[in-house]
């Protein structure tokens, strides 16, 4: 049956769509850039809030600590935003406005920890490799197209499900 999964206690469940999921994203994408804007522009207005008189080293240095803040701004809000909701309830706010979770492949229950860290990990890092890391990233999430039960490597990789909610 295509579309459906069955986990390993027998349970049947429905997929979530290809396209729920990429509404599901862009959503969850808009929801955490306007948080980190808003984080952004209240850094950026404290440090350049401080003038020591030395505008030229100051300018430097302020973009440096503003471009590796972001960097690891980013990291910690899509920890929080997406571990901490995938591990207590299955779902970002963007899965629950396109009625999607996420489940454990062998029980069909919440991912919990150790799962929702491994599934949100994988993209991260491989984002990371230079040049190539975003096609990586995006062949992660990309592999549930020609996957049977619709799972990214991400999925796969930590045992989970995506279906409707």
């Known amino acids: ?15 979530a769509s290809a ?27 404290a440090l350049f809030g401080v003038d020591s008189g030395d505008s030229t080293a100051d ?21 929080f935003y997406e571990v901490v909701m995938i591990a207590t309830r299955g779902q970002t706010l963007g899965k629950m406005m396109t009625s999607i979770k996420v489940v454990r492949a062998d029980n069909g229950l919440l991912p919990g920890w150790g799962k929702s860290i491994g599934r949100w990990i994988i993209p991260v890092v491989l984002a990371f490799v230079p040049v190539v890391g975003w096609l990586l990233s995006l062949l992660v999430y990309l592999s549930l197209l020609w996957d049977s039960a619709r799972q990214g490597w991400h999925d796969k990789a930590a045992g989970t499900l995506v279906v409707k909610a």
Do not use: H, K, P
Not at 19 to 45: C, K
């Open 1 to 15: 049956m295509t579309g459906w999964a069955i986990t390993g206690t027998g349970q049947q469940l429905e997929l």
């Open 19 to 45: 396209g729920s999921r990429l509404g599901a994203r862009i959503l969850d994408g808009v929801i955490m850039g306007v948080v980190l804007i808003v984080l952004i522009v209240i850094g950026a207005l």
């Open 59 to 79: 300018e430097e240095t302020t973009g440096l600590v503003l471009f590796f803040g972001v960097i690891a701004l980013m990291t910690v809000i899509g920890l």
